[in-house]
Nanobody
Framework: QLQFVESGGGLVQPGGSLRLSCAAS????????IAWFRQAPGKEREGVSC????????YYPDSVKGRFTISRDFVKNTVYLQMNSLKPEDTAVYYC??????????????WGRGTQVTVSS
């Protein structure tokens, strides 16, 4: 099954930045739309970004728009999530996943372990 390994999380102060990495395992990243999700304790999993496999279009919810940026590196077969101006409410475990399409697409990859992001003073 399609699977990713997430990394790059850690502890950062409010206003700081982190870059998360999502390494594709056993498949070519170029062939799929890739999304980042996050889940905080006691809350539902929330989609925070997606990049289309067809034209590279990107999508963000209002909660992160202007602060987060998703990108791809086909040579390294890795997707990144650059997170700037981090807020305590961004604290969560972050996951990446492959989708059939960014808009109402079905998730077709297995959930990885995720990477913990903690924003705190």
């Amino acid at each position: 099954q399609l699977q990713f390994v997430e990394s790059g999380g850690g502890l950062v102060q409010p206003g700081g930045s982190l870059r998360l990495s999502c390494a594709a395992s056993g498949f070519t990243l170029r062939d799929y739309s890739i999304a980042w999700f996050r889940q905080a304790p006691g809350k539902e999993r929330e989609g925070v970004s997606c990049i289309s496999s067809t034209d590279g279009s990107t999508y963000y919810p209002d909660s992160v728009k202007g602060r987060f940026t998703i990108s791809r590196d086909f040579v390294k077969n890795t997707v990144y999530l650059q997170m700037n101006s981090l807020k305590p409410e961004d604290t969560a475990v972050y996951y990446c996943a492959a989708q059939t399409t960014c808009l109402k697409g079905l998730i077709i990859s297995s959930w990885g372990r995720g990477t913990q992001v903690t924003v705190s003073s």
